[in-house]
């Protein structure tokens, strides 16, 4: 089945600090990424839509020059959270869509990215 | 925005029994997607249901989707503890694979 690997999978660096996280898709295309942000024990709140090639799109309320994206290929999207504050401290998790070569791949998603900032 | 309201938010049963997880919004959907998560990790996929009234069994789980599309249910039968975790419904917004997650059902079975 599809696989979609994430990294790192814990962080935790000072105050000030800005963190990359990776997201992979390993097997398909993945022509479309997602990222969600889940606090402790609640759902998951989508961030931001990308296109691989395109500026991502980003749901109301999340701010686009604190979380940026990046999906530069089929197989990659990054999310850089800049300067990144306590507040900020979260599961972040991406899921990917795409095409296998032979048929279409809803969403798999990572395993998740534990950020703490102190 | 779309919301997507599950209830109940906490279930706690013992096992053996039978439960029921409802999801539903005043929005219509193209598909809607049920998922398991285990704490630290992603969120598995269990079904996608894209047919209105459409009914699918996994095992001891059976999921319907609504025949208006706005609407889902999860129904798990004789319920073990490794069905111990958070449930969650998405509803995809029509033609974009965009997702909406519904608020959770956060399921413990004791054995």
């Known amino acids: 089945g599809a696989v979609v690997s994430q990294h790192p999978s814990w962080v935790i660096c000072k105050s000030g600090t800005s963190v990359k996280i990776e997201c992979r898709s390993l097997?398909?295309?993945?022509?479309?990424m997602f990222w969600y942000r889940q606090f402790p024990k609640q759902s998951l709140m989508l961030m931001a839509t990308?296109?691989?090639?395109?500026?991502?799109?980003?749901e109301q309320g999340v701010e686009k020059d604190k979380f940026l994206i990046n999906h530069a290929s089929l197989t990659l999207s990054t999310l850089t959270v800049t300067s990144a504050h306590p507040e900020d401290s979260s599961f972040y998790i991406c899921?990917?869509?795409?095409?296998?070569?032979?048929?279409?791949?809803?969403?798999?998603f990572g395993d998740g990215t534990r950020l703490s900032i102190l | 925005t779309q919301l997507l309201e599950q209830s109940p938010q906490f279930l706690s049963i013992q096992e053996g029994e039978n439960l029921t997880v409802y999801c539903n919004s005043s929005?219509?959907?193209?598909?809607l997607q049920w998922y398991r998560q285990e704490p630290g990790e992603g969120p598995v996929l269990l079904v996608t249901?894209?047919?209105?009234?459409e009914v699918k069994k996994l095992k001891r789980l059976t999921f319907q989707f609504g025949d208006a599309r706005k609407d889902s249910s999860l129904h798990i039968t004789a319920a073990q503890p490794g069905d111990t975790g958070l449930y969650l419904c998405?509803?995809?917004?029509?033609?974009?694979?965009?997702?909406?997650f519904g608020t959770g059902t956060r399921l413990k079975v004791l054995a």
């Open positions: 899921s990917a869509a795409g095409w296998t070569g032979t048929s279409n791949q809803p969403q798999h």
């Open positions: 097997d398909f295309q993945a022509t479309t």
């Open positions: 990308s296109n691989e090639g395109s500026k991502a799109t980003y």
């Open positions: 929005s219509v959907f193209s598909s």
């Open positions: 249901v894209v047919t209105g009234g």
């Open positions: 998405a509803g995809e917004e029509s033609g974009t694979y965009k997702y909406i």
